[in-house]
């Protein structure tokens, strides 16, 4: 326990780090979005990822796009000019109902913290955990802080 | 385990038949081998099961010509296994992989191909595993075995392969962080956007694709199924995909070989 909190710190210092480099850069070219730590309190992550504030329109073309969230590979939702809607997880029609907003973003975070043998792919588990990734996708997470942050907002949508 | 907190009580009573099924370290969630063919639409049969509407049937054909296609030892195919394959032994392709004595482990049927290719025809070996020539000929002869179970022995020396091939199966790999098992044997039947899961049987390779318009090897659709869950694709041919291949035809021993079958 000791050492994961440690680990956890010196993430957190190193994802500072990352934040001050960027912004001397910032004017030369977009740096990379740091890693932000997260907290799981109660099968849920209370806090917004990085402090920031999502975007639910913006989010609503992330569920649906195959390289970024395609969540409606696997998940019925209110979108109906798309065709096809996959049926492997539950339909998330009206989750915001059922649901409170962090154990929402717990779910798209890393839903192998509440299920540890699910399919459902952790858009935004610590990179350096994968096994054997494709070159392409070597150290990213699948969707920026940001972009998570806009799938909660619109999820959050879902009454 | 802090993770599960025992006041959630709901959460625990939806987790707790996964969790037997982790902790028995069951292979996979359904009881009986199905084909790929049966999860298919009713039009997709129908044109597998026509061999003039099947477009499989071309490579089937292909291969027959490779197969009585002279070398420059002035042998075919042919002269030792028939011209029209009626020479080969059936029962026999229907066991691969099986294990080589020779070479200390296990050989796929595109293995066998090869060999005979380079040994017995003497040909200048083709280059890759997936040479287009090695996948037609794969086809015609495993077409020779039609409506025949899959028939894979894992008891002998394979065992070990087999035990690595299941290892893999079960192996969360790629940023998407998916197994095999996690799509074929939980969720055969679902729907994944437009395409409906199967068991992710082996009986039908090799086999034409829909989306891609050609016959396609086994390990072809290995990569392609990790490409999608954005893992690194190993090479058609290597050690793991061979184990790999023993596993699910070990899992679906008894199943019909439906060479070429029409998949989506």
Not at chain 1, 3 to 20: E, G, H, K, Q
Request: charged share 25%; net charge positive.
């Amino acid at each position: 326990m000791n050492m994961r909190r440690r680990f956890i710190r010196l993430s957190m210092l190193t994802a500072l780090l990352l934040v001050c480099g960027s912004a001397v850069l910032a004017e030369e070219k977009p740096a990379p979005e740091p890693y932000y730590e997260w907290k799981v309190e109660g099968f849920a992550i209370n806090a917004p990822i990085g402090g920031l504030v999502g975007n639910p329109e913006n989010g609503r073309k992330i569920a649906v796009a195959r390289k970024k969230g395609n969540c409606i590979a696997c998940h019925v939702m209110p979108i109906l000019e798309e065709e096809f809607n996959g049926n492997v997880g539950p339909p998330l029609t009206g989750v915001a109902s059922r649901l409170k907003e962090g154990r929402i973003r717990l779910s798209i975070v890393d839903e192998k913290q509440i299920n540890p043998m699910t399919v459902m792919p952790g858009y935004y588990r610590d990179p350096r955990h994968f096994n054997q990734v494709r070159k392409s996708f070597k150290g990213k997470t699948v969707l920026t802080a940001q972009e998570i942050e806009d799938v909660v907002a619109y999820l959050m949508t879902l009454k | 385990m802090k993770m599960i907190e025992p006041n959630n009580k709901r959460l625990m009573a939806a987790l707790l038949p996964l969790m037997l099924l982790g902790a028995l370290n069951l292979t996979h969630a359904w009881q009986d081998a199905k084909s790929g063919y049966e999860f298919m639409t009713p039009e997709s049969r129908a044109m597998q099961d026509d061999d003039f509407e099947n477009p499989g049937m071309l490579t089937v054909d292909e291969g027959q010509t490779l197969f009585i296609t002279t070398a420059k030892n002035e042998m075919t195919c042919g002269s030792c296994h028939g011209d029209d394959g009626s020479k080969l032994d059936i029962e026999r392709i229907t066991q691969y992989p099986v294990y080589s004595e020779t070479l200390k482990k296990p050989i796929t049927l595109r293995n066998q191909i090869h060999i005979c290719w380079n040994e017995r025809l003497q040909n200048p070996p083709m280059k890759k595993y997936n040479d287009p020539r090695a996948i037609a000929l794969e086809t015609f002869v495993r077409h020779q075995a039609h409506g025949k179970p899959v028939n894979v022995d894992i008891d002998g020396p394979l065992k070990p392969y087999y035990e690595a091939g299941k290892a893999f199966y079960n192996r969360r790999a790629g940023q998407l962080d998916m197994a095999c098992t996690h799509c074929h044997s939980y969720f055969p039947g679902s729907k994944l956007r437009a395409q409906t899961l199967s068991q992710g049987h082996s009986n039908g390779f090799p086999t034409y694709r829909l989306a891609n318009s050609k016959v396609n090897g086994l390990h072809e659709r290995f990569r392609q199924c990790q490409h999608q869950f954005r893992a690194k694709a190993l090479k058609a041919g290597s050690d793991d995909y061979v184990n790999l291949e023993l596993y699910i035809n070990a899992i679906g021993k008894g199943l019909e070989i439906e060479t070429p079958a029409v998949r989506y």
